[in-house]
């Protein structure tokens, strides 16, 4: 599975954006899809996560602030991104997994390469 995100961009404290991930797998559906995201010297982390079913999970720092979605038909998967803050400031990665789990324990064997955002205050 080959992933393409992109969207990131420069944008002002309250701003919304939207990013997308692009997967190359015909079997798409079946995968939970997570985006990451890592800030210059911290970890990379999981902040939201949505299963082949249309389960979400997200992490309490972007709860209300942060949906993710998918379309199958069009193998994306979507993050959209409503309030920045600048702390929501790094690189943001999607990732594909056989689930939710997966995603969670920084196991998912596919990733695609970041994209960055930077909220500016």
């Known amino acids: 599975v080959q992933l393409q995100a992109y969207g990131g961009g420069l944008v002002r404290a309250g701003d919304s954006l939207r990013l997308s991930c692009a997967a190359s797998?015909?079997?798409?559906?079946?995968?939970?899809m997570g985006w990451f995201r890592q800030a210059p010297g911290k970890e990379r982390e999981l902040k939201a996560a949505?299963?082949?079913?249309?389960?979400?999970y997200y992490e309490d720092s972007v709860k209300g602030r942060f949906t993710i979605s998918r379309d199958n038909a069009k193998n994306t998967v979507y993050l959209q991104m409503n309030s920045l803050k600048p702390e929501d400031t790094a690189v943001y990665y999607c990732?594909?997994?056989?689930?939710?789990?997966?995603?969670?324990?920084?196991?998912?064997?596919?990733w695609g390469k970041g994209t960055q955002v930077t909220v500016s205050s």
């Open positions: 949505i299963s082949g079913g249309g389960s979400t």
């Open positions: 797998s015909r079997t798409f559906s079946s995968y939970a």
């Open positions: 990732a594909a997994g056989a689930n939710m789990a997966t995603l969670a324990g920084h196991g998912a064997p596919y």
